[in-house]
């Protein structure tokens, strides 16, 4: 079977697989009322927040959208700080529902630096919201939240404050009230070991407040309607009931193992793989004879890394080794660090052993690579 260490989906536990292989039920019943309470309720504890919490059935992307046209009205001015591929294109979203762009973005594989958000924060006198990309899964960056958000918060108009944390809640640290975070969206098929089909939005009190005044269009994604439906635990539309059911398995597998125990182990599990990938030889003419990891240390993100491709290896090559030899299912690089890198993801159901699987794996196709002398030696 493959290993697959792509980052979402993600691999599902033998009790998710159960879950979601049950018969389905009606999702406007008691026995779903109560399923989407525990869910909530679980969610919850993950998001470390008291705010509500709505289960929409999209992707990622329709928490991303839901996130910008429910609280804005065109010509709103909204800052990007953004690091990556899955930062632009949310930026790409609020620009297309009309509002006023400051886009600020990073060098790739960094994070967003505290002096730019001084100094785009000091600058504008009337902003209305700004985001965040939690782990930019593009490039294996987590942002430092806790160090940038405070710098918002001192602003005048008190702008909301809304972070994309699709690829590491769960998984990470990120403690929704105690930052002050507005809006906070993820998504089921990432650290949360569940199939894909649920966004997961989070929403304070500042932020209802923006809600009601906001003129960009919404209906499939209204989180008024969501609000109201919620009050008796369930949702406006038809819901995907199978990837609940999936969720509520996994939420109360991580629940059992304790928020603080999941983010320890991801962070040794991307230690592993960092210390790993650095002792790994390549084959290349280059005084340098090992692998390159493409992200400093003090930036890595627990959940995704990435390694850079040693020149002279052509990449699709190295993941079709890697796949069809090895069944090492990995990702390439996006935007802008395409064919520059692989990915290997590291959220949610992962174990040691998977890391070693990876490693030795990543060790071997370079060998191969070197037979084949498509390599420069
Ligand atoms: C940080 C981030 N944002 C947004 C997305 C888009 O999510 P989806 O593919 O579920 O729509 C992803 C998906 O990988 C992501 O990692």
New binding site residues.
Partial sequence: MTNLRI??PTPLPKEVLRAISRQVINHRGHEYEEMQARVTKNLQYFFQTKNDIFLLT?????G?EAAISNFFSPGDTLVFFTCGE??N??AEIAKRFGGNMIHIKAQVGEVVKVEKVEEVIHKYKKIAGVFF??????TGVLNKLDQLIPLVKQHQSKPLILV????ALGAVDLPMDKLGIDVLVT?S??AWMAP?GI?MIAVSQKAWGYQRRAKMPHYYFDLAMYKEFAEKHQTPATCAVSTIFGLDASLQIMKKDGRENIFKRHILLMRQLREGIRNIETYTDKPVHRLELFVDDRDASPAVTSIKIPEGIDGKEWLTILREKYHIELAGGMGETKGKIIRVAHMGYVAKNDIDQVLSAINSSLSVLKTRKKIKV
Avoid: V, Y
């Avoid at 999209?58 to 329709?62: E, F, H, K, Q």
């Avoid at 994309?164 to 690829?167: A, H, L, M």
């Fill in positions: 980052p979402g999209s992707s990622g992307m329709g991303l899955f930062g294109r949310w990309t939690h782990n930019e899964t593009a994309d944390s699709i690829s998504a098929q990432k894909p966004a």
